[in-house]
């Protein structure tokens, strides 16, 4: 029992720092190792290791992501960056516009697909116009977290709540889609005031966006549009399919996914590269991990514990609080997976949903390593010549996940 805790708090450590320290493991690393640890140590038989592997959960992480990168290939999310560079407005309205997009299509789509593919181009956009890029990197990042919590398909940690919980679309939307929408509104008031006087850089930029050290590319793609109708018409049959059907929801994301695999334009590993992979092997080593400390029975105390002592997780405003505090420690991902197996829902289904989903996406935004879209949008801003610091993206980010917090307790306490 000893070996299984301390494997599983190295683990989370892990997810905590990023890497395990003194070691060069990152989290992926972190949650295989610890899988196949438990095993080793006798914690987990590998039959129960593999049971303990949701394949609903990586089906439909896997089907939705095949279908947020078919818009990638297919040009649409520079063919929407260049309609956004062309408009003549101004920098707060700009920003403005970007925090829109951004929460909107991740709301639609897998938010860590939309920021991967769009951080480039938003650099490329800012620089362009001699703009600091960082407020509007910040912001659409926040955005695509925030706006993702609105929707069962917005981001992974949804999805697992949903699978773990047999939360419905609709439930969701209803539970948690105006918070998600008014906390864009608190993003751009956020930024808009704390970089008022640093809009623009000291002197002009170059107008080409490219990673340091390496030659000139072009980072658009040119639109195709039947590719990228058919993409649209996809997602939207999904998502009708998960409003009005019965079919599982993995069957429907996988089926979607095979759809647009294939095709006779473009190549099934131009869309599979941009599956994070990493991801969907953190998540099924944490299953496992997860599933080795829960036989211990130590969980299962700690919650008597705590409910003994005031703090009931089956309450939405606790598990609110519970789920902020322990995504800013670990990571929206690993947080949610941590708690859904010691949910009893009664009645409230859609109420702890939003408690979790609003949970981990508003207070992902404090940290950098608080959500897989704020380190994406850091490192790939680094690559390009954009240093955003440590402190910088948790002064504007912790203000915004502040008050989006506020919001959403206000919200779970008076509404649902």
Wanted: glycine share 8%; aromatic share 8%.
């Amino acid at each position: 029992m000893s070996l299984t805790i301390i494997i599983f708090l190295l683990v989370y450590v892990a997810m905590g720092f990023g890497k395990l320290p003194g070691f060069k493991v990152d989290r992926t690393g972190a949650a295989v190792i610890g899988a196949l640890a438990m095993m080793a140590v006798g914690s987990i038989t590998p039959p129960h290791a593999w049971n303990a592997i949701d394949y609903r959960t990586i089906g439909m992480l896997f089907g939705l992501m095949v279908v947020s990168a078919s818009f990638v290939v297919s040009g649409f999310y520079s063919w929407t960056a260049d309609r956004v560079a062309m408009l003549k407005v101004s920098a707060p309205v700009l920003l403005g516009v970007l925090i829109a997009v951004g929460g909107l299509l991740s709301a639609l789509l897998t938010n860590d697909v939309v920021v991967v593919a769009m951080t480039p181009l938003l650099i490329s956009i800012t620089l362009s116009r001699g703009l600091n890029p960082i407020p509007f990197l910040l912001g659409f990042c926040f955005a695509a977290n925030n706006g993702a919590a609105g929707s069962l398909i917005g981001s992974p940690q949804n999805m697992i709540a949903a699978q773990g919980l047999d939360i419905s679309f609709v439930g969701l939307l209803q539970a948690s889609a105006v918070p998600a929408l008014l906390s864009l509104v608190i993003t751009w008031a956020a930024l808009a005031f704390l970089y008022r006087n640093r809009w623009y850089l000291a002197k002009q930029p170059s107008t080409e966006a490219t990673p340091t050290g390496q030659p000139s590319t072009d980072t658009s793609v040119k639109l195709d549009v039947w590719e990228t109708s058919k993409a649209g018409i996809i997602t939207l049959i999904v998502i009708i399919a998960f409003v009005i059907s019965d079919i599982p929801r993995e069957l429907i994301a996988l089926t979607a996914a095979g759809f647009l695999l294939l095709n006779r334009s473009i190549a099934s590993s131009d869309m599979l590269k941009l599956v994070d992979g990493n991801l969907l092997l953190l998540i099924m080593g944490l299953f496992v991990v997860n599933a080795a400390f829960a036989s211990t029975g130590l969980p299962q105390q700690v919650l008597n514990d705590l409910r003994h002592n005031g703090v009931e997780l089956n309450s939405p405003i606790v598990l609110f609080l519970v789920t902020g505090v322990l995504s800013t420690i670990v990571g929206n991902n690993p947080a949610v997976m941590l708690l859904v197996p010691f949910l009893s829902p009664a009645g409230n289904t859609d109420s702890l949903g939003a408690a979790l989903v609003l949970g981990s996406g508003f207070s992902s935004n404090l940290f950098v390593f608080g959500s897989l879209a704020g380190i994406i949008v850091v490192e790939q801003s680094a690559a390009y010549g954009v240093k955003i610091s440590f402190s910088e993206f948790a002064k504007s980010g912790g203000i915004v996940a502040l008050l989006c917090m506020l919001l959403a307790a206000a919200w779970i306490l008076l509404v649902l």
